[in-house]
């Protein structure tokens, strides 16, 4: 494959995943364009001229043109003016990266980054970095951890890695007990509460699974943050298509809260200080007042 010259781009737009971060801090060694993590909600819109996209295929955006695409999925049609850097038997974009560039990369790195893709995670590195990636999605370090690669800063990224792992260990052994605390709304049908400690990371990295696993049983389940007697914030969620979580939000505005989301989660953030026990009352009549909607 030849090296294609990327001074004609203006930036690098890259899946946010181990591989995509991968790759970029990989870039940022052979050249100083910026790089961008977008979220994947934000792709579906996203409108790319001249940008380097790493594993951001043309269906996953609404418009590309003039772009370089390196990925090693298959790339089915190349949209008007773009070059591509596709190599479908990598088993990274990484990989490709640090072929075509000849830069150099520890074996087991790359080794662990193909078992991440593939799905198919034995190696004990490839497990810890898949724990320390789950262990918080949307804050991955993705920066600090390109700027890591881009240096060759292994063991820096090793131990980054294990104690991110290790949160992800804690973050799991603590989902039944959160599990265990879910019990149903008084007075509401189908609706469970579990509260956790908003100070303490694991609890709240737990709360999320544990609401997963409550939402197989209840309809909606609402995970509260609250400390002392103290209502700081709550996640809303349903799997169910029939509810939809916009009237709770709505009602609970009107109440003074900071609250909103999508019909089938959003947040809801305390302004200023609010009992533990008042919440629990409005959320009680936001779902009685809305019940009919269900
Ligand atoms: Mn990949």
Not at 159 to 164: F, H, K, N, S
Not at 169 to 184: N, S
């Amino acid at each position: 494959m030849r090296k294609p010259d990327l001074s004609r781009y203006r930036k690098i737009v890259s899946d946010g995943d181990w591989d995509g971060v991968f790759a970029s801090g990989l870039l940022m060694r052979v050249t100083d364009l910026p790089v961008e993590f977008p979220r994947p909600s934000e792709l579906p819109s996203a409108e790319l001229e001249r940008v380097v996209t790493v594993e951001i295929g043309p269906t996953k955006v609404r418009a590309m043109r003039d772009c370089l695409i390196i990925d090693h999925h298959e790339v089915p049609e190349l949209p008007s003016g773009c070059e591509m850097l596709v190599d479908m038997s990598a088993g990274s974009a990484a990989e490709i990266v640090a072929k075509v560039w000849e830069l150099e990369v520890p074996r087991e790195w790359l080794g662990a980054l193909s078992e991440i893709d593939s799905a198919r995670v034995s190696s004990d590195l490839a497990k810890k970095m898949w724990a320390a990636y789950r262990a918080n999605v949307e804050n991955f370090p993705r920066r600090e951890v390109a700027e890591m690669i881009r240096d060759g800063r292994w063991e820096d990224l090793y131990r980054l890695v294990v104690e991110r792992a290790e949160e992800y260990r804690k973050i799991e052994e603590k989902v039944p007990e959160l599990v265990k605390r879910g019990c149903p709304l008084e007075g509401v049908e189908g609706v469970a509460i579990l509260t956790y400690d908003p100070d303490d990371k694991v609890e709240r990295g737990a709360s999320k699974d544990a609401m997963l696993r409550l939402e197989e049983t209840y309809d909606v389940v609402v995970a509260i943050g609250a400390k002392s007697g103290r209502f700081s914030r709550a996640t809303i969620g349903t799997r169910s298509e029939r509810v939809n979580l916009a009237v709770i939000f709505e009602f609970l505005r009107n109440r003074g809260y900071n609250a909103g989301g999508k019909a089938q989660v959003g947040g809801v953030q305390a302004r200023g200080e609010v009992p533990l026990e008042v919440f629990m009352r409005d959320l009680q009549e936001a779902f009685r007042k809305a019940k009919w909607k269900f």
